[in-house]
């Protein structure tokens, strides 16, 4: 298995937030990139190194329009995806099993465990012979 660094992009309607979770992922080995909104992720899933993860506010500003989230799963590098959102935020019917969900409940230990789950799937993909 290769030691493949993962890239992460962590957004959050927050400034707080996104310092707090980007200082956690760097802490833990990730590279760790924030975004203040929907434009900055897609800036980021189409830069020359996309990400290997992204990690989505729902209420972060542009995350609520069909057209963001049609851009993210149509990517050819699409990642895999977090949203990070409060119980009574409402998933997107067409999003129902193709992403995971971490509620804000202010458990830094299961969206770590998320993220690890989720690259590790991805590990497997990438690496498997």
Not at 19 to 43: C, M, P, T
Not at 68 to 89: N, Y
Not at 100 to 115: H, I, P
Request: aromatic content about 8%; some cysteine; proline content about 5%.
């Amino acid at each position: 298995m290769s030691d493949k660094v993962f890239r992460i992009v962590v957004s959050d309607r927050s400034s707080n937030v996104r310092k707090f979770l980007r200082r956690e992922f760097l802490s833990q080995g990730y590279q760790v990139s924030s975004a203040k909104d929907a434009e900055q992720i897609l800036l980021a899933l189409a830069s020359p190194a996309p990400p290997d993860l992204l990690l989505i506010d729902m209420q972060l500003s542009g995350c609520d329009t069909s057209d963001f989230w049609e851009q993210i799963m149509q990517s050819p590098t699409a990642p895999f995806i977090i949203v990070h959102a409060f119980s009574q935020d409402i998933l997107p019917d067409r999003l129902q099993g193709k992403v995971a969900r971490v509620n804000k409940t202010g458990d830094l230990e299961s969206l770590a465990r998320a993220v690890s789950w989720c690259l590790s799937q991805k590990s497997r993909l990438i690496f498997s012979s």
